[in-house]
């Protein structure tokens, strides 16, 4: 029995959220698991159709993208995962999705406003749209810089991944994370969520003003700050 | 056996609907029912997922929001529950949702505009949206305030929670209300279909009329009036 | 056994369809099916959920709407449909539904221009909005008035019931007619499906134009003209 | 038992895809597979539901349109297939639906732009739109000529139909391909998701830029270049 195990089950059942989530149609999306004590994590097969997946076929990668154990090429995205749990220690899952709304933002090239409590329960500032990369970036290790142009966005803006577990790639897509794969298939069904929300809200009304700082922090903090009093 | 079974029971059917009619995703919403009696009402308990709920999970709680029975601590927002039993002594039951359309309106801090003989079926104005509380309210006792907020809301426009039985809270999402808890989860879904009709009428005819006045009678009357002769 | 059984029946089915087709939520719906030789109709009894209904529970009505046979109030529109089962005599079911987009057209007070092959397989014009009745229609006899409305609407272009088996009635919502409940409700779906169709395409493209005469001839015709070859 | 059972159940299966995947409802759309060594092709009986479909009622025609087997009449866009067949080579299905976004921009008349990798992971340019056939072509022979009307538009772009897999038919619907009859629906739901998020994107930001070329090359060469690393 493999040592990797636990996340080889865990990645499978976070990726088969997704088309249950309707986050997915056919294989347009990947989910992984870390496990830090062994610095590999578990990643979804490339193109393998979610009604075909098993634990058993979850590859497993190091942190520099090197395939470890698995009879199946692992997912396209690999290195960008691999890159994020290289340099952000305390995320233990990536989800990566092309959901319908977070997608057309990330087409749109624009920051998704901060509109309301839902947005606010879950982090306190725009979601992030990463610029698109470089000709000289895209023709290179493309899946890699993917990987930097999504840290390097966040701390330009100074934010650390617990601050912000979700954004968008210009023109691609969304990619989300957590402190295991549950919860960034979690954020990924969200930020959907809130996307669709932030286009309603600015086809209602187009001058609709951003969330006020007082509210912002009230919702964030009661289900994250000290006091919280969200949940069991 | 508790003498609150049946608000556990109905409070927890009750919960059960909103992922049912897609009104929520994950944890998003909690629903409560009152028994009048006992002077209390049975509420879902915070931040746990629908598939796991059960009636004997509701916890039980007074008009002035403290704690009377149950192992789990209550929904963040059970202050607001609280303050609109105490003071609107004929509802029996308290809904609320993040659902897209109505939170959608909700953010972008506007009243629904009557369009159609759907939304006078159920009542005869613009559904409300609640302004965005002050500082203070909000980093004060902000759901009880909130609670607060939806009655002073009301009463500006002359309207009791028998009149109107669904408003939007600014920025944040719906409340919905009624005899029971049932009635109250059937109003959050009316809601949500009238504030999608509503934005799709706009954007049809961005000079679209409000419903003319002697239609808001007469749909009301059929339904509600001391005439009526809709239902059996 | 009732005389009446058939259409007991089919108008049973024909109601069961709207949710399945998800036409409508909770009672926001009916469907009625006319037996001729018997000069009466099955319709929906009022506000009983579709998971509640039998074909038992249909009521019969006679044409001047009066109720012949049931236990149970007939649905509250049910003299709009007798009212179009008297002048027209070649319908066999009639189906009324407050379906999202179609709903918004008819709140929007547009005709439904017609943009496409999936429109003019149906019919040949832009779907009608009967314009709101005068305050003294809606307070006097309001669902007797709402068939004359619709059926005002159609010879004002023109136009027979079977040339065209759907309208949008203004602030209101679609009626639909057939030769049978099961075709009404199959226009039903097919009139939301182009109501939400022809909205996209404004948006796309504000100037998109009408569908070109030649092309609306031969998709009606292939379908429903003398030497049609579509369906067996 | 026939020589052509093989197509006849790739064809059913195919077309019991499109339901499935919410590309069509009641019978609006058909597909079919072809045999290249005996010359024909298997598509859907005109105007029959899918809920009565079975691999036998498959009509089997050959590339100039004649029937050569089958007990039913096949669909009305028989001639369109054959066409296309019958001058390209290397396609083994086609697959025609209605579906709602898809359709929506044929209506409107305009090519849908290549705004994100969803779109550059299947094609590499903007999905064309065939501009509505002449009069004279409508009144004649018009499902064949669809056919040319397509073969031409792709021609004009200097397109094969192996370098692009999808089209829209100017105020009709989409048309899609593929070496079988599972590859061409799967083109149509991903036709489908590319044209929904190409509208939300255009709605989120009215000056969304075009994919830039790198990406485009970088995307459709990681799943279909020499060197691509897409799948097993």
Known sequence: MSQFNRIKQEAYEANMLLPK??????????????????????????GVP?????????????????????????SSDTKTHAVLYKHWENIGGISHTHSTYATAWAQSQ????????????????DIPCAPPMTDEMISGNYEYETGFQIMDCLREKNLSPADLEMILVGNHAPFTWGKNAEK?????????????????????????????????????ERKHGPDSYYGQ
């Open 21 to 46: 989530l309707n986050l997915v149609i056919f294989t347009f999306g990947n989910v992984s698991a870390a496990d830090r004590s062994l610095g590999v994590f578990a990643i979804k097969p490339s």
């Open 50 to 74: 979610y009604d075909q997946l098993s634990a058993e076929k979850m590859v497993i990668v190091d942190f520099d993208g090197k395939i470890v154990e698995g009879h199946f090429r692992p």
């Open 110 to 125: 624009r920051d998704i406003p901060i509109f309301g409590t839902t947005h606010a329960d879950h982090n306190t500032v």
């Open 184 to 220: 960034a298939v979690y954020n990924s069904a969200v930020l959907e969520n809130i996307a669709q929300m932030a286009l309603l809200t600015e086809q209602i009304n187009p001058n609709a003003p951003r969330l006020k700082d007082s509210l912002i922090k009230k919702h964030f």
